[in-house]
């Protein structure tokens, strides 16, 4: 066993809450599940397999559900593994942590895993994310979108091999689940913009890839609407090749690449054009007619 914790949030995930727990039950010291009180198995199959779950109240977003994992699990291994229950570690991964993670130097807080996503049995959309730190020196940034964990001191390094993200539910469940999504990007874009909650996006401490693709988000959230949404998939579509992929890559680059962002623009579009740049307008815009705080990311 290595000196690790897994951390995974859940809410009804028992169609993948086995497969990611038995995936690591063999490689970490510790597996811990919190959960915002789901209603189907997920409980009962998690503390089947050994996790030890803890239930907590669904706050508004996953970054203030996994801070809150951190301030209240009984963490003592060195390493926690952040992981969402519909994902999971290659063999060759979890062997060469195996053989790096005992011995990377103390100066090392953060370990950035390669990580590719799964769209109708293909695999799409590469990434390097954060999601191994040294407990004590790494959270959850607070944002409502596309957060990354944020190291508070040390250093980072990169692993060779991947982990997997692999929903098994339906492209329709897909679709809902980016609908509810939008409207938490919108916020997030509107912020970058107009700096609603006056506060700093923090580029540093995140990953090297995380930071490219972060400044590049600076840059999107300040190009016109709907213009910005067409030329991102132009550009994966077609300048980075997608149409020599298959149909499955279509199918991401269109609905992933330009639906779901066309989606989000016009919920902004929707917001601007009842309340302006005001930001009191559309903080209470969002929560009378979607029913979110926005503010409580900051709470």
């Known amino acids: 066993m290595l000196d690790i914790s897994v951390v995974i949030l859940t809410y009804n995930e028992e169609l993948h809450i086995r497969r990611c727990i038995e995936n690591v039950k063999n490689f970490a010291s510790h597996i811990y599940v919190v959960d915002s009180f789901s209603t189907d198995k997920t409980v009962s199959i998690a503390e089947s397999l050994g996790a030890k779950v803890i239930q907590n109240k669904w706050p508004g977003n996953q970054a203030m559900q996994f801070n809150w994992g951190l301030k209240n ?16 570690l290659t063999e060759e991964l979890k062997q060469e942590l195996s053989q790096k993670l005992p011995t990377v130097d ?19 959309h590469p990434l390097k994310l954060l999601r191994i ?25 990169e692993m060779t091999n991947k982990f997997l993200d692999h929903n098994l539910n339906s492209f329709g469940w897909w679709i809902d689940k980016h609908n509810g999504y939008s409207i938490r990007e919108a916020i997030d874009l509107l912020d970058i913009e107009l700096h609603l909650f006056d506060k700093a996006d923090k580029l540093q401490n995140i990953g090297k890839d995380a930071v490219a693709k972060r400044e590049k988000k600076l840059k ?46 016009a919920k902004i579009f929707e917001i601007k054009k009842a309340c302006g740049n005001d930001k009191t307008k559309i903080l209470a815009f969002i929560k009378e007619k979607y029913g979110i705080n926005a503010e409580i990311v900051n709470d």
């Open 73 to 88: 699990l009984p963490i003592s291994t060195r390493w926690v593994l952040r992981l969402d229950a519909d994902e999971y």
């Open 220 to 265: 999107y959230a300040k190009s016109p609407l709907f213009l910005r949404s067409f030329l991102y998939f132009v550009y994966r579509y077609i300048f980075k090749g997608g149409f020599l992929k298959g149909k499955e890559v279509f199918v991401w680059d269109f609905f992933q690449g330009l639906w779901y962002r066309t989606l989000v623009d």
């Open 106 to 124: 103390a100066s090392i807080s953060g370990i950035v895993l390669p990580r590719e996503q799964n769209c109708l049995g293909a695999w799409v």
């Open 133 to 157: 730190f040294e407990f004590g020196k790494g959270e959850c940034e607070q944002r409502w979108m596309d957060e990354h964990i944020l190291l508070t001191s040390g250093e980072t390094i």
